[in-house]
């Protein structure tokens, strides 16, 4: 599977995410908080934030195969939780802040400088105009059978291995054919406007940010109980 390799020590990141967490429960740890985050937008270069956004959403996904497969066992009511939030997370973050940028900044710049990508970037514009609708047609899928029951499961996991299989391919394309070209044709001036843009993404399960306040309960729902290789549940 794609990206497996690419996740890295994920039990670090996840240890760092929960200090953030603690952190960010007193002041100072805040204002630590604030001034870790400032230095390390700093630091990425937009073109590392965007693979290690995609490392951190190939660890989710994998995360989700890997609850799905072994189901809901006796705490069904942790399954969905932990499943909603996963879902939740992806229409959030990817979904809201990652793809846009990318549609935006990166693909309608790099086919005027290299038009050989343009079938490439056609196929991923049309993966981006699809994959939010999907996004939450699997929570509603997921809905129905937390309140309907298991004659609902096997239409949850079959879109959720399409949409999982799908997500890993998209993000391989980008990485393969798109990025390359970004950083042979972009100027300076160029790669400094995305890496003012995509550090503002700021997503905590890169591991290099604490999460925002209002999302504190999420991320630590999702890193606390969801499986290997995003959490230590």
Not at 2 to 27: H, K, M, Q, W
Not at 169 to 177: F, G
């Amino acid at each position: 599977m794609p990206y497996c390799s690419s996740v890295g020590n994920r039990e670090a990141l996840n240890a760092y995410f929960l200090t953030c967490v603690r952190a960010s429960n007193d002041i100072n740890g805040q204002s630590e908080s604030h001034h870790f985050r400032k230095r390390i937008m700093q630091a990425l270069s937009a073109l590392q934030i965007i693979r290690d956004e995609h490392a951190s959403l190939a660890a989710m996904l994998q995360s989700m195969r890997l609850m799905v497969q072994m189901g809901p066992s006796d705490d069904t009511r942790k399954f969905f939780d932990v499943l909603r939030g996963m879902l939740f997370y992806i229409d959030e973050f990817p979904e809201r802040l990652h793809h846009p940028k990318e549609s935006n900044l990166l693909f309608s710049k790099i086919v005027k400088l290299a038009p050989q990508v343009m079938g490439a970037v056609d196929k991923l514009e049309r993966d981006h105009m699809s994959s939010e609708k999907a996004a939450r047609d699997l929570q509603h899928l997921l809905l129905s059978w937390e309140l309907l029951g298991p004659s609902r499961r096997t239409a949850f996991e079959e879109a959720i291995y399409k949409y999982i299989d799908f997500y890993l391919e998209h993000m391989s394309l980008e990485e393969s054919i798109i990025l390359p070209e970004v950083e042979r044709c972009f100027s300076a001036q160029d790669k400094l406007m995305l890496d003012e843009a995509f550090a503002e993404n700021a997503d905590p399960l890169t591991g290099h940010y604490p999460p925002a306040q209002e999302f504190e309960k999420l991320f630590s729902m999702v890193v606390t109980r969801a499986p290997s290789p995003i959490g230590l549940g």
